[in-house]
Every structure is written in structure tokens, then in C-alpha cells.
């Protein structure tokens, strides 16, 4: 049997890439013995992986901003080739190339029938929702991997309708599994929709996802703020207005300057809690975005909150921090009737439409985030790089397959 690779984090700063078994069709230890469910998974499938994203929650991990030990396996933005499947798989096959959203779903729990994926009941016994080579999440194996084990495939995988069409756009479309959708939700849920002017809080990979999807909306204006240079200039490459954060101006009086009113009709929040202050040499301030939002979403306005927020932070800047509790002004969002939508994108409520809109040129998402390939081995260089603050959103190619 044909062996397997993955990026295991190694403490804070480094990751490495070894060699771990082939994967078989069997949940992961943890699951079985916490649920109590089958160690056999005749419901999975194996991929061969095409193409497997750095997330920014990957990279939380790795500054050591969790209490990820070291040997956690990385990786949670998979696109694969069916290469095995279960006795019990019925609707995908051999060769097909699929999309896998990063919350793992059973399908059959009540949150997974009411379409809540990212908080699936059965696939993780600390808490509810479960992810690929994540902290907490379940004990599943990363796939920033050359092979994956895929639970519920029926369920879980979006199957692309043409193998050579998908292989073709695979840039655009290996952001489904992850930030083009999480970025969709947080415009989404933030109310988008035709002539809407908007804030975007961090011009990352999920920020820019979420820029781009408020065009895709038909916002009237798109204004990205951030502290990195090349990344705000990402941002205007496609046509958003931007805010430099390192400024020692008032974010109202940034936005007024834009669209001639202090505020905005919907406000996202892609940073999370390692945000920083305002200025220059601005310290960490965990819940600076989350009030600058507040201060900024006219009254009644809905705010999407993407970034992640977590309730174990070894390098929080206080013991509050530590455990996740944060100054936020709640008193300004409650007077001002705000909505806030929180917590992991449901992938299944948008990947499918959003494919459609790859498939037919009507989203042009890696060019939005600056999608750059690298091969496994190139990992953890990679993630050096985006801890910089480098603007792209890399692609690792497991098996050299992106382009040929």
C-alpha cells in the first residue's frame, strides 16, 4: 500500500511535513470512543488530493494562538480524486474530482437536517461541528496531505459535473471548500444585496473572499480595510476601495471620505481575535474589530462575523483573553438593533451556486485572493510567508497535478 504525507504542526512558528499512514475508511479514535459509533466507515471515501489551501486558522495554530499540541495534523480546505470508496457509497465513484467543504457533517443529526453543517451533532464528542486536522475539531487527519479519509461522502462531497473542466479552474474552485463560501456568508448574513455600501475588516484570504462575494451581491461601493500595504492593494486590483488602518484617522472619518456618510449599510468582520489597535505600532486589541464594526454599521444594520474567535488562547493578552471573553461593546450594538451571525460558514448552503458561478465566469475568486501555487514540501516556507503578511492565498499541490 502506497504511504501518505501531511504538515504536522510542530510548535509555535513550525510545521514540517511527515509521513503517516495511508488513510483507511475508519473514523478517527477520538470520535469513536467519545460517541460511541463504529471505528468502520463504509460511508467514506479516499481522496487523492489535487489541491489543499494555508487557511488563516491554520495559521493561528501554528503562531501557537490555540492549544493545538504539537502533532496536530493541518489542513481543512480539500479538493481530491475519489480514489476508494466505501461499501456503502452510492452517488460518487472512482476518478470523479470533488470539492470537500471543511465542516465534517454526518447528514443525518438534527443540525445537519436543518442545514447547519458547521455544527453537526455526531462527528465530534467535545462540542458541536467538527473540522479536517483542527484543534478540538474531532481527531480528524489534515489534508494538507497527499491522500484524505472523506466521512458521509454522499453527504459531504461536492462532485464537479466534468473532470477536465474542474482540473481547469481548479484555482477558483479549490476556494469552495472554505473562503469563497465563508466569505459569502459573512456578506451574506451581513444583509448585502443590490446598491448596499460595505465594510470589510481585513484584507486576508477570507476578507478579500468576502469583498468579492459583495460585488458578486451588487453592493454599490466594497471598502476593505487592513494594515499590510500589499494586501490592501490587493483589495483595490479588483475594485474595492480601501482604508489603511496603520492611519492615525478615525475609522468614521475614513468611511465618511469615501461615501460621503460616516457609516455603512453592512459591516464584516474577516480579522478575529488576533486584531490589533489602530495606528501606527498598534498593539493586539482583540475586540478592536468587532467595535469598530459596531461603530460604523448604521443602526438596524446586520454584521458578519467570519473571523474566528476561539475559547482556549495560550498567548491571549490577559487572562479573559486567554479564554475567549473579550471588551466588547455590546451596550453599542444593542441601542443601534445590530444583528450578529457568529460561528463556522455552513459550506453545503452556498458551495453549489457558487461552483455554478466559477463554472460560468461569473466569479473570478483566485484572482481575488491572489491564489499562488506551491508544492507540499513548500508548506512550511509557505507559512512563513503568510505570517508575514504576504498577500496571496496559497495553494499546496500535493502531487504536482495543478497545470499539467
Avoid at 466521512?151 to 464537479?160: E, R, T, Y
Avoid at 462575494?213 to 483595490?236: C, F, H, K, N, T
Amino acid at each position: 500500500m502506497t504511504g501518505n504525507r501531511v504538515v504536522v504542526y510542530q510548535g509555535p512558528g513550525q510545521v514540517s511535513v511527515e509521513g503517516i499512514e495511508y488513510p483507511k475508511l475508519e473514523l478517527p479514535s477520538e470520535v469513536v470512543s467519545g460517541l460511541g459509533v463504529k471505528k468502520e466507515a463504509p460511508h467514506a471515501v479516499i481522496l487523492k488530493t489535487v489541491s489543499t489551501n494555508i487557511c488563516g486558522s491554520d495559521q493561528h495554530m501554528v503562531r501557537g494562538r490555540t492549544t493545538a499540541p504539537v502533532g496536530q495534523t493541518l489542513g481543512h480546505e480539500i479538493t481530491g480524486e475519489v480514489v476508494e470508496v466505501g461499501e456503502d457509497v452510492l452517488f460518487v465513484k472512482p476518478g470523479d474530482i470533488c470539492s470537500v467543504p471543511f465542516n465534517i457533517a454526518c447528514g443525518r443529526c438534527r443540525m445537519c437536517n436543518e442545514g447547519k453543517t458547521g455544527i453537526c451533532l455526531n462527528v465530534n464528542p467535545a462540542r458541536a461541528g467538527a473540522a479536517y486536522g483542527y484543534v478540538d475539531m474531532g481527531g480528524w487527519i489534515g489534508g494538507q496531505a497527499e491522500y484524505v479519509m472523506v466521512p458521509f461522502a454522499d453527504f459531504n462531497l461536492l462532485k464537479f459535473p466534468d473532470r477536465d473542466q474542474a482540473l481547469e479552474k481548479i484555482l477558483d474552485l479549490t476556494m469552495l471548500s472554505d473562503i469563497f463560501p465563508t466569505g459569502y456568508h459573512g456578506v451574506y448574513t451581513a444583509g448585502v444585496t443590490t446598491g448596499s455600501t460595505v465594510y470589510v475588516a481585513g484584507a486576508g484570504p477570507v476578507g478579500l473572499a468576502a469583498a468579492h462575494s459583495a460585488q458578486l451581491l451588487g453592493a454599490s461601493v466594497v471598502i476593505v480595510g487592513d494594515m499590510i500595504p500589499e494586501r490592501l492593494q490587493q483589495a483595490r486590483s479588483f475594485g474595492c476601495e480601501t482604508v489603511d488602518l496603520t492611519q492615525d484617522a478615525e475609522l468614521p472619518q475614513m468611511i465618511e471620505d469615501i461615501v460621503g456618510e460616516p457609516e455603512v449599510d453592512a459591516a464584516v468582520d474577516a480579522v478575529g481575535f488576533e486584531a490589533r489597535g489602530h495606528g501606527s505600532g498598534a498593539d493586539e486589541a482583540p475586540a478592536t474589530v468587532l467595535n469598530d464594526v459596531m461603530s460604523i454599521a448604521r443602526a438596524g444594520a446586520s454584521l458578519g462575523i467570519p473571523g474566528l474567535y476561539v475559547t482556549g488562547d495560550p498567548g491571549g493578552i490577559d487572562e479573559n483573553a486567554k479564554i475567549g471573553q473579550i471588551g466588547v461593546r455590546l451596550g453599542l450594538g444593542w441601542a443601534k438593533s445590530h444583528a450578529f451571525t457568529t460561528g463556522q460558514c455552513p459550506v453545503k448552503q452556498y458551495n453549489r451556486k457558487l461552483m455554478n458561478l466559477i463554472l460560468q465566469d461569473k466569479a473570478s475568486i483566485a484572482k481575488a485572493v491572489n491564489a499562488t501555487t506551491i508544492t507540499l514540501d513548500q508548506a512550511p516556507q509557505g507559512y512563513q510567508d503568510f505570517d508575514r503578511g504576504a498577500a496571496k492565498k496559497f495553494v499546496l499541490d500535493p502531487h504536482g497535478t495543478i497545470g499539467s
